[in-house]
Protein backbone atom coordinates (compact mmCIF):
# COMPACT_ATOMS: atom_id res chain seq x y z
CA UNK A 1 0.00 0.00 0.00
CA UNK A 2 2.71 2.20 1.07
CA UNK A 3 4.84 1.16 -2.16
CA UNK A 4 1.81 1.94 -4.35
CA UNK A 5 1.32 5.41 -2.45
CA UNK A 6 4.94 6.19 -3.27
CA UNK A 7 4.57 5.62 -6.80
CA UNK A 8 1.81 7.23 -7.39
CA UNK A 9 3.23 9.90 -5.74
CA UNK A 10 6.76 10.11 -7.94
CA UNK A 11 4.66 9.90 -11.00
CA UNK A 12 2.08 12.74 -10.06
CA UNK A 13 5.73 14.95 -9.30
CA UNK A 14 7.66 13.73 -12.21
CA UNK A 15 4.68 15.20 -14.58
CA UNK A 16 5.26 18.23 -13.13
CA UNK A 17 8.30 19.47 -14.99
CA UNK A 18 8.02 23.12 -12.63
CA UNK A 19 9.25 20.55 -9.83
CA UNK A 20 11.91 18.33 -11.42
CA UNK A 21 13.02 20.64 -14.65
CA UNK A 22 11.81 18.88 -17.28
CA UNK A 23 9.75 21.20 -19.13
CA UNK A 24 10.45 21.40 -22.37
CA UNK A 25 14.34 22.94 -24.24
CA UNK A 26 12.02 25.76 -26.17
CA UNK A 27 10.68 26.88 -23.00
CA UNK A 28 14.49 27.61 -21.36
CA UNK A 29 16.38 28.28 -24.80
CA UNK A 30 18.29 31.36 -25.82
CA UNK A 31 17.66 32.70 -29.58
CA UNK A 32 19.54 34.25 -31.92
CA UNK A 33 17.78 35.66 -35.34
CA UNK A 34 19.86 35.39 -38.63
CA UNK A 35 19.31 37.13 -41.78
CA UNK A 36 20.70 35.10 -44.15
CA UNK A 37 20.91 37.92 -46.89
CA UNK A 38 23.07 39.63 -44.23
CA UNK A 39 24.97 37.14 -42.43
CA UNK A 40 28.34 36.56 -43.74
CA UNK A 41 29.06 35.60 -47.51
CA UNK A 42 31.45 32.55 -48.72
CA UNK A 43 31.37 32.90 -52.17
CA UNK A 44 31.97 36.37 -52.75
CA UNK A 45 28.86 37.52 -54.81
CA UNK A 46 27.91 40.13 -52.20
CA UNK A 47 24.85 37.72 -50.70
CA UNK A 48 25.27 36.16 -47.20
CA UNK A 49 24.50 32.07 -47.59
CA UNK A 50 23.94 29.16 -45.44
CA UNK A 51 27.85 28.04 -45.73
CA UNK A 52 28.22 31.50 -44.75
CA UNK A 53 26.20 30.88 -41.52
CA UNK A 54 27.96 27.63 -40.96
CA UNK A 55 31.34 29.25 -40.98
CA UNK A 56 30.19 31.38 -38.27
CA UNK A 57 28.27 28.92 -35.33
CA UNK A 58 31.49 28.74 -33.70
CA UNK A 59 30.96 32.53 -33.10
CA UNK A 60 26.99 32.19 -32.07
CA UNK A 61 28.25 28.96 -30.06
CA UNK A 62 30.92 31.21 -28.36
CA UNK A 63 27.92 34.03 -27.41
CA UNK A 64 26.25 31.26 -25.35
CA UNK A 65 23.06 30.90 -27.55
CA UNK A 66 21.47 27.43 -27.67
CA UNK A 67 19.08 28.39 -30.73
CA UNK A 68 19.24 30.18 -34.60
CA UNK A 69 16.56 31.05 -35.72
CA UNK A 70 17.06 32.06 -39.78
CA UNK A 71 14.66 33.88 -41.78
CA UNK A 72 13.54 32.43 -44.78
CA UNK A 73 16.13 30.94 -47.24
CA UNK A 74 13.64 28.83 -49.43
CA UNK A 75 13.28 29.15 -53.49
CA UNK A 76 11.72 32.60 -53.90
CA UNK A 77 11.65 35.61 -56.25
CA UNK A 78 12.92 37.47 -53.45
CA UNK A 79 10.66 40.58 -54.31
CA UNK A 80 10.14 39.70 -50.22
CA UNK A 81 13.60 38.98 -49.43
CA UNK A 82 12.26 34.80 -48.85
CA UNK A 83 8.70 35.58 -47.05
CA UNK A 84 7.45 35.32 -50.95
CA UNK A 85 8.46 31.61 -51.33
CA UNK A 86 7.98 29.96 -54.35
CA UNK A 87 8.81 26.30 -53.60
CA UNK A 88 9.16 25.30 -49.93
CA UNK A 89 11.29 21.99 -50.33
CA UNK A 90 14.18 24.16 -52.22
CA UNK A 91 16.94 26.33 -51.15
CA UNK A 92 17.13 29.86 -53.21
CA UNK A 93 20.34 29.85 -55.11
CA UNK A 94 21.86 32.50 -54.16
CA UNK A 95 21.85 31.05 -50.21
CA UNK A 96 22.94 27.50 -51.45
CA UNK A 97 21.84 24.44 -51.94
CA UNK A 98 19.53 21.68 -50.16
CA UNK A 99 22.45 19.95 -49.41
CA UNK A 100 24.13 22.70 -47.84
CA UNK A 101 20.10 23.30 -45.85
CA UNK A 102 20.78 19.68 -44.12
CA UNK A 103 24.55 20.29 -43.34
CA UNK A 104 23.93 23.49 -41.56
CA UNK A 105 21.20 21.56 -39.34
CA UNK A 106 24.12 18.69 -39.20
CA UNK A 107 26.59 21.09 -38.03
CA UNK A 108 24.17 23.05 -35.50
CA UNK A 109 23.22 19.89 -33.84
CA UNK A 110 27.30 18.62 -33.35
CA UNK A 111 27.38 22.05 -31.46
CA UNK A 112 24.80 20.85 -29.30
CA UNK A 113 22.34 23.70 -30.77
CA UNK A 114 19.35 23.91 -32.12
CA UNK A 115 18.00 25.41 -35.31
CA UNK A 116 14.40 26.99 -36.22
CA UNK A 117 13.30 27.12 -39.76
CA UNK A 118 10.79 30.59 -40.80
CA UNK A 119 8.03 29.23 -42.24
CA UNK A 120 5.71 31.04 -44.39
CA UNK A 121 2.14 29.91 -44.51
CA UNK A 122 -0.31 32.32 -45.16
CA UNK A 123 0.76 33.38 -48.23
CA UNK A 124 2.92 32.15 -51.17
CA UNK A 125 5.06 34.43 -53.88
CA UNK A 126 2.62 35.05 -56.93
CA UNK A 127 5.42 32.84 -58.83
CA UNK A 128 4.56 29.48 -56.95
CA UNK A 129 3.00 26.85 -59.48
CA UNK A 130 -0.18 27.22 -57.49
CA UNK A 131 -1.26 30.54 -57.87
CA UNK A 132 -0.57 30.21 -61.83
CA UNK A 133 -2.88 27.16 -61.80
CA UNK A 134 -5.46 29.17 -59.93
CA UNK A 135 -5.63 31.71 -62.34
CA UNK A 136 -6.06 29.77 -65.38
CA UNK A 137 -8.74 27.47 -63.79
CA UNK A 138 -12.25 26.84 -65.44
CA UNK A 139 -14.89 28.88 -63.69
CA UNK A 140 -16.37 25.10 -62.98
CA UNK A 141 -13.65 24.02 -61.59
CA UNK A 142 -13.27 26.56 -58.42
CA UNK A 143 -14.62 27.10 -55.40
CA UNK A 144 -13.80 27.18 -51.86
CA UNK A 145 -12.74 23.54 -52.15
CA UNK A 146 -10.75 23.67 -54.95
CA UNK A 147 -8.83 27.38 -55.39
CA UNK A 148 -6.00 26.98 -53.80
CA UNK A 149 -6.32 30.69 -52.71
CA UNK A 150 -8.86 33.37 -51.56
CA UNK A 151 -11.09 34.53 -54.29
CA UNK A 152 -13.83 36.56 -55.13
CA UNK A 153 -16.29 38.54 -57.46
CA UNK A 154 -17.01 41.14 -55.20
CA UNK A 155 -14.39 42.63 -52.90
CA UNK A 156 -14.91 43.20 -50.00
CA UNK A 157 -13.92 46.27 -47.28
CA UNK A 158 -10.86 44.07 -45.94
CA UNK A 159 -7.71 46.01 -45.77
CA UNK A 160 -3.95 45.04 -46.55
CA UNK A 161 -1.66 45.31 -43.21
CA UNK A 162 0.46 47.44 -45.50
CA UNK A 163 -1.02 49.43 -48.83
CA UNK A 164 -4.69 49.50 -48.50
CA UNK A 165 -7.29 47.38 -50.42
CA UNK A 166 -6.28 43.89 -49.48
CA UNK A 167 -8.21 42.99 -52.54
CA UNK A 168 -6.40 42.33 -56.62
CA UNK A 169 -8.10 42.17 -59.67
CA UNK A 170 -6.31 39.15 -62.26
CA UNK A 171 -7.20 39.92 -65.69
CA UNK A 172 -6.65 36.19 -66.54
CA UNK A 173 -8.87 34.28 -63.73
CA UNK A 174 -11.51 37.81 -63.99
CA UNK A 175 -11.60 37.74 -60.45
CA UNK A 176 -10.12 39.43 -57.43
CA UNK A 177 -7.37 37.78 -54.47
CA UNK A 178 -6.88 38.35 -51.12
CA UNK A 179 -3.53 38.99 -50.13
CA UNK A 180 -3.23 40.33 -46.63
CA UNK A 181 0.49 40.96 -46.76
CA UNK A 182 1.69 43.00 -50.28
CA UNK A 183 0.18 42.07 -53.52
CA UNK A 184 2.45 39.60 -54.60
CA UNK A 185 1.70 37.57 -51.66
CA UNK A 186 -1.56 36.01 -51.98
CA UNK A 187 -3.16 34.29 -48.76
CA UNK A 188 -3.88 30.99 -49.42
CA UNK A 189 -6.58 28.82 -48.80
CA UNK A 190 -6.64 26.86 -45.93
CA UNK A 191 -10.57 25.41 -46.95
CA UNK A 192 -9.11 23.79 -49.48
CA UNK A 193 -7.92 20.22 -47.52
CA UNK A 194 -5.44 20.03 -50.29
CA UNK A 195 -3.77 23.24 -49.44
CA UNK A 196 -3.57 22.16 -45.55
CA UNK A 197 -2.30 18.48 -46.30
CA UNK A 198 0.38 19.72 -48.57
CA UNK A 199 1.29 22.60 -46.20
CA UNK A 200 1.81 20.50 -43.32
CA UNK A 201 3.38 18.25 -45.04
CA UNK A 202 6.51 21.04 -46.23
CA UNK A 203 6.65 21.15 -42.07
CA UNK A 204 6.96 17.41 -42.03
CA UNK A 205 9.75 17.34 -44.66
CA UNK A 206 11.80 19.61 -42.94
CA UNK A 207 11.15 17.86 -39.31
CA UNK A 208 12.26 14.78 -40.93
CA UNK A 209 15.48 16.36 -41.94
CA UNK A 210 16.00 17.59 -38.60
CA UNK A 211 14.76 20.89 -37.60
CA UNK A 212 13.89 21.63 -34.40
CA UNK A 213 10.84 23.85 -34.94
CA UNK A 214 9.70 26.71 -36.96
CA UNK A 215 9.15 30.34 -36.28
CA UNK A 216 5.66 31.06 -38.03
CA UNK A 217 5.11 34.45 -40.16
CA UNK A 218 1.98 36.30 -39.90
CA UNK A 219 0.32 33.27 -38.38
CA UNK A 220 -2.43 34.62 -36.84
CA UNK A 221 -4.11 35.44 -40.61
CA UNK A 222 -4.26 32.00 -41.86
CA UNK A 223 -7.77 32.56 -42.04
CA UNK A 224 -10.07 34.99 -43.13
CA UNK A 225 -13.69 34.70 -42.75
CA UNK A 226 -15.26 32.18 -45.40
CA UNK A 227 -18.56 34.28 -46.17
CA UNK A 228 -15.83 37.39 -46.07
CA UNK A 229 -17.48 39.38 -44.25
CA UNK A 230 -16.79 42.85 -43.99
CA UNK A 231 -14.53 44.31 -41.11
CA UNK A 232 -16.02 46.83 -38.82
CA UNK A 233 -14.46 50.30 -38.86
CA UNK A 234 -12.11 51.94 -36.13
CA UNK A 235 -10.62 55.11 -35.29
CA UNK A 236 -6.83 52.96 -35.03
CA UNK A 237 -4.95 54.60 -37.86
CA UNK A 238 -2.49 51.46 -37.53
CA UNK A 239 -5.01 48.82 -38.26
CA UNK A 240 -6.02 50.93 -41.33
CA UNK A 241 -8.86 52.69 -39.85
CA UNK A 242 -10.60 49.36 -39.40
CA UNK A 243 -10.75 45.88 -36.74
CA UNK A 244 -9.49 43.16 -38.73
CA UNK A 245 -12.35 41.02 -36.49
CA UNK A 246 -12.72 38.66 -39.87
CA UNK A 247 -8.98 38.43 -41.18
CA UNK A 248 -6.92 38.00 -38.04
CA UNK A 249 -7.53 35.71 -35.37
CA UNK A 250 -9.86 33.35 -36.73
CA UNK A 251 -11.22 30.38 -34.60
CA UNK A 252 -10.09 27.90 -37.35
CA UNK A 253 -6.42 29.57 -37.06
CA UNK A 254 -6.42 28.96 -33.44
CA UNK A 255 -7.55 25.29 -34.10
CA UNK A 256 -5.14 24.98 -36.83
CA UNK A 257 -2.33 25.51 -34.38
CA UNK A 258 -3.21 22.83 -32.46
CA UNK A 259 -2.86 20.71 -35.53
CA UNK A 260 0.42 21.78 -36.07
CA UNK A 261 1.86 21.28 -32.73
CA UNK A 262 0.61 17.79 -33.22
CA UNK A 263 2.43 17.79 -36.09
CA UNK A 264 5.70 18.88 -34.42
CA UNK A 265 4.97 16.85 -31.41
CA UNK A 266 4.73 13.70 -33.13
CA UNK A 267 9.20 14.52 -34.19
CA UNK A 268 9.63 14.80 -30.30
CA UNK A 269 9.60 18.36 -28.12
CA UNK A 270 10.08 20.87 -31.84
CA UNK A 271 9.21 24.37 -31.25
CA UNK A 272 6.56 26.72 -32.72
CA UNK A 273 7.70 30.44 -32.50
CA UNK A 274 4.53 32.61 -33.62
CA UNK A 275 4.43 36.29 -35.03
CA UNK A 276 1.32 36.56 -33.69
CA UNK A 277 -0.18 40.70 -34.38
CA UNK A 278 -2.39 42.15 -32.05
CA UNK A 279 -2.12 42.65 -28.35
CA UNK A 280 -1.15 40.02 -25.51
CA UNK A 281 -4.21 38.63 -24.75
CA UNK A 282 -4.34 37.53 -28.25
CA UNK A 283 -1.13 35.82 -28.39
CA UNK A 284 -1.51 33.58 -24.99
CA UNK A 285 -4.72 32.63 -26.69
CA UNK A 286 -2.28 31.07 -29.47
CA UNK A 287 -0.18 29.72 -26.84
CA UNK A 288 -3.05 27.89 -25.31
CA UNK A 289 -6.30 28.53 -23.16
CA UNK A 290 -5.06 26.79 -20.26
CA UNK A 291 -2.35 24.45 -21.22
CA UNK A 292 0.29 25.01 -23.63
CA UNK A 293 -0.93 22.94 -26.33
CA UNK A 294 -0.80 25.23 -29.29
CA UNK A 295 2.00 27.20 -30.18
CA UNK A 296 4.93 27.20 -27.74
CA UNK A 297 6.02 31.18 -27.99
CA UNK A 298 4.89 34.20 -29.39
CA UNK A 299 6.43 37.28 -29.95
CA UNK A 300 4.99 40.51 -28.62
CA UNK A 301 4.66 43.71 -30.64
CA UNK A 302 4.41 46.32 -27.92
CA UNK A 303 8.29 45.56 -26.23
CA UNK A 304 10.00 45.95 -30.19
CA UNK A 305 9.06 50.09 -29.42
CA UNK A 306 9.90 49.71 -25.56
CA UNK A 307 10.53 52.90 -23.52
CA UNK A 308 13.70 52.69 -21.87
CA UNK A 309 12.32 53.17 -18.67
CA UNK A 310 12.14 51.04 -15.07
CA UNK A 311 8.62 51.88 -14.71
CA UNK A 312 7.86 50.60 -18.33
CA UNK A 313 9.87 47.47 -17.74
CA UNK A 314 8.25 46.93 -14.54
CA UNK A 315 4.64 47.21 -16.20
CA UNK A 316 5.72 44.91 -18.98
CA UNK A 317 7.24 42.32 -16.58
CA UNK A 318 4.46 42.20 -14.78
CA UNK A 319 1.86 42.05 -17.64
CA UNK A 320 3.95 38.89 -19.35
CA UNK A 321 4.34 37.23 -15.64
CA UNK A 322 0.20 37.02 -15.08
CA UNK A 323 -0.19 36.68 -18.94
CA UNK A 324 2.54 33.98 -19.38
CA UNK A 325 2.46 32.09 -15.60
CA UNK A 326 4.26 28.43 -15.94
CA UNK A 327 3.74 26.39 -18.22
CA UNK A 328 3.63 29.09 -20.27
CA UNK A 329 6.86 30.93 -21.34
CA UNK A 330 6.78 34.57 -22.63
CA UNK A 331 9.48 35.99 -25.53
CA UNK A 332 11.76 38.83 -24.98
CA UNK A 333 12.91 40.32 -28.23
CA UNK A 334 13.54 44.19 -28.85
CA UNK A 335 14.60 43.99 -32.22
CA UNK A 336 14.04 41.82 -35.55
CA UNK A 337 13.93 42.58 -39.45
CA UNK A 338 10.77 44.23 -39.66
CA UNK A 339 11.60 47.15 -36.88
CA UNK A 340 13.74 49.90 -36.03
CA UNK A 341 17.34 48.17 -34.30
CA UNK A 342 16.87 48.80 -30.13
CA UNK A 343 20.61 50.48 -30.39
CA UNK A 344 18.57 53.29 -32.61
CA UNK A 345 15.82 53.60 -30.54
CA UNK A 346 18.55 53.99 -27.62
CA UNK A 347 19.97 56.80 -29.57
CA UNK A 348 23.01 54.41 -30.05
CA UNK A 349 24.07 54.92 -26.56
CA UNK A 350 26.08 51.67 -25.66
CA UNK A 351 25.48 51.70 -22.06
CA UNK A 352 21.88 51.64 -22.67
CA UNK A 353 21.94 48.87 -24.69
CA UNK A 354 24.38 47.05 -22.19
CA UNK A 355 21.53 47.27 -19.41
CA UNK A 356 19.13 46.61 -21.17
CA UNK A 357 20.36 43.29 -22.48
CA UNK A 358 21.32 42.31 -19.13
CA UNK A 359 17.58 42.52 -18.19
CA UNK A 360 16.65 40.33 -21.55
CA UNK A 361 18.96 37.85 -20.61
CA UNK A 362 17.80 37.24 -16.70
CA UNK A 363 14.09 37.83 -17.28
CA UNK A 364 11.88 35.00 -17.38
CA UNK A 365 11.40 33.95 -20.66
CA UNK A 366 13.22 33.06 -23.72
CA UNK A 367 15.51 35.45 -25.11
CA UNK A 368 15.63 36.71 -28.76
CA UNK A 369 18.94 38.31 -30.01
CA UNK A 370 18.83 39.77 -33.78
CA UNK A 371 22.51 39.43 -35.27
CA UNK A 372 24.39 42.29 -34.57
CA UNK A 373 22.47 43.69 -31.16
CA UNK A 374 25.02 41.66 -30.03
CA UNK A 375 27.57 44.19 -31.04
CA UNK A 376 25.45 46.85 -31.03
CA UNK A 377 24.41 47.75 -34.66
CA UNK A 378 22.49 50.41 -35.68
CA UNK A 379 20.00 51.19 -38.39
CA UNK A 380 21.90 52.85 -41.21
CA UNK A 381 20.03 55.62 -43.29
CA UNK A 382 19.04 54.80 -46.39
CA UNK A 383 16.82 56.65 -48.92
CA UNK A 384 13.16 54.99 -49.32
CA UNK A 385 13.17 56.30 -53.13
CA UNK A 386 16.05 53.06 -54.23
CA UNK A 387 14.79 50.91 -51.63
CA UNK A 388 15.34 47.58 -52.36
CA UNK A 389 12.78 46.50 -49.44
CA UNK A 390 9.23 46.65 -51.36
CA UNK A 391 7.41 48.25 -48.32
CA UNK A 392 8.65 51.83 -49.27
CA UNK A 393 7.17 51.29 -52.94
CA UNK A 394 3.81 50.52 -51.52
CA UNK A 395 3.64 53.00 -48.34
CA UNK A 396 4.34 56.41 -49.68
CA UNK A 397 4.76 58.47 -46.38
CA UNK A 398 7.50 61.02 -46.10
CA UNK A 399 10.15 59.77 -43.79
CA UNK A 400 9.65 62.72 -41.13
CA UNK A 401 6.26 61.62 -40.22
CA UNK A 402 7.52 58.03 -39.89
CA UNK A 403 9.75 59.36 -37.57
CA UNK A 404 7.52 60.54 -35.71
CA UNK A 405 6.83 57.02 -34.32
CA UNK A 406 10.07 55.56 -33.97
CA UNK A 407 10.04 53.53 -37.21
CA UNK A 408 11.33 53.60 -40.45
CA UNK A 409 9.45 52.11 -43.54
CA UNK A 410 12.87 51.08 -45.36
CA UNK A 411 13.38 47.78 -43.56
CA UNK A 412 16.82 47.72 -45.88
CA UNK A 413 17.98 50.30 -43.04
CA UNK A 414 18.33 47.70 -40.57
CA UNK A 415 19.65 44.80 -42.49
CA UNK A 416 22.62 46.01 -43.23
CA UNK A 417 25.97 43.10 -43.76
CA UNK A 418 26.65 41.93 -40.23
CA UNK A 419 30.06 44.10 -39.05
CA UNK A 420 32.53 41.42 -38.53
CA UNK A 421 35.49 43.71 -38.48
CA UNK A 422 37.42 46.82 -39.30
CA UNK A 423 37.91 45.42 -43.25
CA UNK A 424 36.57 45.69 -46.51
CA UNK A 425 33.18 45.08 -46.27
CA UNK A 426 33.19 45.05 -42.39
CA UNK A 427 34.52 41.77 -43.19
CA UNK A 428 31.23 40.54 -44.67
CA UNK A 429 32.04 39.96 -47.97
CA UNK A 430 35.12 39.88 -50.60
CA UNK A 431 32.62 41.57 -53.20
CA UNK A 432 32.87 44.65 -54.90
CA UNK A 433 29.81 45.59 -53.81
CA UNK A 434 27.74 43.66 -51.47
CA UNK A 435 23.88 43.12 -51.62
CA UNK A 436 23.17 46.52 -48.99
CA UNK A 437 25.44 48.82 -48.27
CA UNK A 438 27.62 47.91 -44.72
CA UNK A 439 27.16 50.52 -42.24
CA UNK A 440 29.35 53.18 -41.82
CA UNK A 441 30.20 52.91 -38.28
CA UNK A 442 31.74 49.47 -38.93
CA UNK A 443 35.28 50.43 -38.45
CA UNK A 444 34.31 50.85 -34.63
CA UNK A 445 31.57 48.63 -34.40
CA UNK A 446 32.37 45.44 -35.27
CA UNK A 447 33.13 41.87 -34.07
CA UNK A 448 36.42 42.30 -33.95
CA UNK A 449 36.87 45.26 -32.11
CA UNK A 450 34.05 44.62 -29.51
CA UNK A 451 36.04 40.94 -28.60
CA UNK A 452 39.00 42.77 -28.38
CA UNK A 453 37.52 44.97 -25.50
CA UNK A 454 37.60 44.05 -21.75
CA UNK A 455 34.19 46.35 -21.65
CA UNK A 456 32.16 45.91 -24.77
CA UNK A 457 28.78 44.89 -25.08
CA UNK A 458 29.25 41.52 -26.44
CA UNK A 459 31.74 40.64 -23.32
CA UNK A 460 28.45 41.65 -21.24
CA UNK A 461 26.46 39.75 -23.36
CA UNK A 462 28.33 36.49 -23.13
CA UNK A 463 29.29 36.63 -19.37
CA UNK A 464 25.40 36.91 -18.74
CA UNK A 465 24.98 34.09 -21.21
CA UNK A 466 27.80 32.07 -19.32
CA UNK A 467 25.35 32.73 -15.99
CA UNK A 468 22.42 31.76 -17.35
CA UNK A 469 23.49 28.81 -19.00
CA UNK A 470 24.71 27.29 -15.46
CA UNK A 471 22.63 29.36 -13.11
CA UNK A 472 19.07 27.13 -12.98
CA UNK A 473 17.46 30.27 -11.02
CA UNK A 474 18.05 32.60 -14.08
CA UNK A 475 16.97 29.76 -16.95
CA UNK A 476 14.63 27.78 -15.25
CA UNK A 477 13.08 29.78 -12.00
CA UNK A 478 10.52 31.45 -11.48
CA UNK A 479 10.42 35.59 -11.18
CA UNK A 480 9.32 37.92 -8.68
CA UNK A 481 9.14 41.77 -9.12
CA UNK A 482 10.28 43.41 -6.22
CA UNK A 483 7.81 46.86 -5.37
CA UNK A 484 8.91 50.03 -7.00
CA UNK A 485 8.03 51.00 -3.03
CA UNK A 486 11.21 49.37 -1.88
CA UNK A 487 13.34 50.65 -4.51
CA UNK A 488 15.13 54.29 -5.33
CA UNK A 489 13.68 55.60 -8.68
CA UNK A 490 14.47 54.80 -11.93
CA UNK A 491 15.55 51.29 -10.50
CA UNK A 492 14.29 47.87 -11.58
CA UNK A 493 14.48 45.12 -9.93
CA UNK A 494 13.71 41.14 -9.56
CA UNK A 495 14.42 38.24 -7.72
CA UNK A 496 14.74 34.65 -9.66
CA UNK A 497 14.73 31.48 -7.73
CA UNK A 498 15.13 27.56 -8.25
CA UNK A 499 14.42 25.51 -5.10
CA UNK A 500 17.62 26.82 -2.94
CA UNK A 501 19.20 28.69 -5.97
CA UNK A 502 18.16 32.65 -5.86
CA UNK A 503 19.93 35.77 -7.54
CA UNK A 504 18.58 39.26 -7.63
CA UNK A 505 19.08 41.57 -10.69
CA UNK A 506 19.16 44.98 -10.10
CA UNK A 507 18.94 47.82 -13.02
CA UNK A 508 19.40 50.96 -12.86
CA UNK A 509 17.53 53.32 -15.69
CA UNK A 510 18.29 56.37 -14.59
CA UNK A 511 21.30 58.43 -15.56
CA UNK A 512 22.36 59.16 -12.08
CA UNK A 513 24.29 56.77 -9.71
CA UNK A 514 21.84 55.21 -6.96
CA UNK A 515 22.88 53.94 -3.58
CA UNK A 516 20.09 51.58 -2.28
CA UNK A 517 20.72 48.34 0.33
CA UNK A 518 20.80 45.19 -1.15
CA UNK A 519 17.59 43.79 -1.59
CA UNK A 520 18.08 40.55 0.47
CA UNK A 521 21.49 38.38 1.80
CA UNK A 522 23.54 38.82 -1.55
CA UNK A 523 27.25 39.17 -1.26
CA UNK A 524 28.59 38.21 -4.84
CA UNK A 525 28.98 40.32 -7.90
CA UNK A 526 28.05 37.68 -10.64
CA UNK A 527 27.59 40.10 -13.59
CA UNK A 528 28.28 43.87 -13.50
CA UNK A 529 27.66 46.23 -16.35
CA UNK A 530 30.07 48.82 -15.57
CA UNK A 531 32.98 49.96 -13.66
CA UNK A 532 31.20 52.09 -11.71
CA UNK A 533 29.11 49.70 -9.79
CA UNK A 534 29.96 48.67 -6.26
CA UNK A 535 28.42 46.27 -3.73
CA UNK A 536 30.29 46.22 -0.42
CA UNK A 537 28.84 44.61 2.73
CA UNK A 538 24.65 45.65 2.02
CA UNK A 539 25.21 48.83 0.24
CA UNK A 540 24.87 48.49 -3.64
CA UNK A 541 26.29 51.79 -5.64
CA UNK A 542 25.05 51.62 -9.00
CA UNK A 543 26.19 53.70 -11.83
CA UNK A 544 23.65 55.51 -13.82
CA UNK A 545 22.55 53.17 -16.10
CA UNK A 546 24.15 50.17 -14.04
CA UNK A 547 22.82 47.20 -13.46
CA UNK A 548 24.12 43.74 -11.90
CA UNK A 549 23.27 40.05 -11.30
CA UNK A 550 24.35 39.62 -7.54
CA UNK A 551 24.14 35.94 -5.96
CA UNK A 552 24.59 34.76 -2.43
C1 LIG B 1 6.33 39.36 -41.46
C2 LIG B 1 7.80 39.24 -41.75
O1 LIG B 1 8.51 39.35 -40.56
C3 LIG B 1 8.13 40.31 -42.76
O2 LIG B 1 9.52 40.46 -42.95
C4 LIG B 1 7.44 39.98 -44.05
O3 LIG B 1 7.65 41.03 -44.96
C5 LIG B 1 5.93 39.81 -43.82
N1 LIG B 1 5.61 39.05 -42.66
C6 LIG B 1 5.28 39.14 -45.00
O4 LIG B 1 5.65 37.81 -45.03
Redesign the pocket.
Known sequence: MIKNFTICLLLVLSSCPVIFGQSPWYHHTTIYQIYPRSFYDSNGDGIGDIPGIIQKLDYIKSLGYETIWCSPFFASPQK?FG?DVSDYRQIAPEYGTLADAERLIAEVHQRDMKILFDM?MN?TSDEHPWFAEDRHRKPEERGARRDYYVWTDQPNNWKSMVSGNAWRYDTIRQQYYYAA?LPF?PDLNYRNAKVKEAMLDHVRFWLRKGVDGFRL??FNSIYEDDSLRNNPTSGNIESHMQRPVYTANRPESLQFAEELRAVCDSFGERMLLG?IIGDRSVSRKYCGDKINNRLTLAFDFEMLRFQFSAKYFAKLVSNLENDFPEPFMPAYVFSN??RRRSMKRLNNDESKAKLLHLMQLTLRGVPCMYYGEDVGMTDAKLPYKTALDPIPHYVKLPRGIVNMVDETLNRDELRTPMQWSADKNAGFSTAEKTWLPVNSDYKNVNVANASASDSSLLLLIKQTLALRNKTKALSHGALKLISAEQLPAHVLAYKRTWGNEKVVVVLNFGKREVEMSVPGTFSKVEVSNSKGNKLSGEKLTLAGWGGVVLAR
Open positions: DYVHFQDIEHD
